[in-house]
């Protein structure tokens, strides 16, 4: 309030409106900034929603047409072979192909996440510097 009337100096009253009204933009600024920040998260979590689901949908037609894709491979072996090679033994084809496959990238993978390191190393090598420097400095 601004208008109030106080009892000390003029100088001393100017000085405690003047850290009054500081601290009260102080406190517009950052509940603005907190209502900006709340707004900027929600459009982001809308735009990846939206995101996601187009991607699931997308990787869901990718699997059915992977799906339908070996049941031709399936039918097309057991056909090309004039039925020299059972249907049983055509799914067997094909199933052995997807396992092998299946197997090579998911050991290539693994050999991948053994050689990644999560952490970050430069970082922690910094911190470490910088303790070290406040240390030996006292």
């Known amino acids: 309030m601004a ?4 009892a000390a100096p003029p100088e001393e009253a100017s000085m405690t409106s003047l850290l009054r009204g500081i601290i009260n933009d102080l406190g517009d600024l950052i509940r603005q900034e907190i209502r900006f920040a709340r707004t900027e998260i929600r459009s982001d979590v809308r735009k990846t929603t939206r ?3 187009v991607l699931a949908l997308g990787v869901g037609a990718v699997g059915l047409g992977v799906v339908l894709v070996a049941l031709m491979t399936v039918f ?6 004039n039925n020299y090679v059972p249907l049983w033994g055509s799914f067997g084809i094909v199933a052995a ?4 496959v299946g197997a ?13 390191n999560p952490l ?19």
Not at 3 to 6: L, P, Q, R, W, Y
Not at 97 to 100: D, E
Not at 104 to 116: A, D, E, N, P, R
């Open 104 to 116: 090579g990238l998911s050991f290539m993978g693994y050999k991948t996440l053994q050689k990644s």
């Open 120 to 138: 970050p190393d430069q970082t922690a090598q910094s911190v470490k510097e910088n303790v070290e420097w406040i240390v030996n400095s006292k």
């Open 97 to 100: 192909v997807f396992l092998v």
């Open 3 to 6: 208008n109030e009337v106080h």
């Open 76 to 81: 097309m072996i057991n056909e090309l072979s």
């Open 51 to 53: 995101a996601g689901a």
